[in-house]
């Protein structure tokens, strides 16, 4: 007699702009959209949780699978913003230079003393109190083809057959277009999406027509939107979740050891997203960047193995519903 084959439906939840499931983000990826920004606060190789390595030197072999799948999905208009402590950040960065991200921004969450477990011995400890993480910015800088956008642009105008400084013509400048967009040394930086539609009006109009279309792009923007919100640096002076926003268990304990303030969630989000575009939150704990994108009107893809914040998290997102003035809490 054969054995019954017993499928175990995922738990999931998918309500308003959020679908999120009780599941490995690895298992989850080939569902979600092309993302706009990608908010990953995984593993901190400090042994936090089930799968977290005891130290940083696992955190490369830890990431490697969801970077690849990071940069397979995104494109060069993706921004991402990687969350861990100063040493997991320097130990992953490599992995992520590899795989085409380019580093923007070390921003520093100052949480204040406030967390700190009473008087803190540092003639024992040796070192300094802690009371930072950081959360560093990323963009894409590979094209679907796996060139770097630098060499994409230089090729593709060079493709139409036309000299360089007829992107100056292009762009309505005297030398930019040429010292910078079309760059083969570091003064290079992309152009902004005018100049980009420039470039490729121009190069479309006048380039060798057995070419074209030139600057061709599968995706909306060319590059990342960024945003600053007034007032906004790197350092980011903002104590840890307390109160009402803490998500607690039942027992009235706060639930996650590492949960982040909604206000910092929101930040990064509105600054490089447009409502209606895809966040993803693979690692999502309590789903507060997944909560941060629904109150902005962007869509939420979020995932977590642990049952206990899964639930936790689901039902802080159900609770989103009906909230008229925008505000979780």
Known sequence: MEEETVVTEIP????????????????????????????????????????????????????????????????TATTLWFWNTEIGWATVHPLLERNGWKYVRCCVWDKGKSH???????????????????????????????????????AEWRRSGLPLKDANRACGTRSAATRKYLSADGAFYPPPEEMMERLREFANANGDPS????????????????????????????????????????????????????????????????????????????????????????RAFGAETCARYYEAGAARIAGLAGKEDGRLF
């Open 211 to 298: 070419g074209r279309p030139y600057f061709a792009m599968p995706e909306g923007r060319f590059q990342p939107k960024f945003d600053c919100p007034f007032g906004m640096t790197n350092v980011w002076r903002c104590r840890q979740v307390f109160s009402g926003e803490r998500v607690r268990d039942a027992e009235g304990r706060p639930l996650h050891p590492n949960q982040k303030p909604l206000q910092l969630m929101e930040a990064i989000v509105r600054c490089c997203t447009d409502p209606g575009e895809a966040v993803w939150e693979p690692f999502g704990g309590v789903f507060t960047a997944s909560a941060a994108a629904a109150l902005l009107g962007r």
């Open 12 to 75: 999931s939840l998918r309500t308003g702009l959020c679908w999120l499931s009780q599941a490995d983000a690895m298992d989850c990826y080939a569902s979600w959209p092309s993302p706009a920004c990608i908010v990953s606060d995984g593993a901190y190789g400090i042994g936090g949780f089930d799968g977290d390595p005891s130290d940083v030197g696992g955190l490369e072999a830890w990431y490697r699978p969801h970077v690849a799948r990071w940069s397979e999905a995104s494109s």
């Open 116 to 154: 700190l477990a009473g008087n803190i011995n540092t003639r024992t400890l040796r070192q300094f109190p802690c009371v930072t993480e950081v959360c560093v910015q990323y963009v894409r800088d590979r094209m679907p083809s796996g060139q770097r956008v630098q060499d994409w642009l230089r």
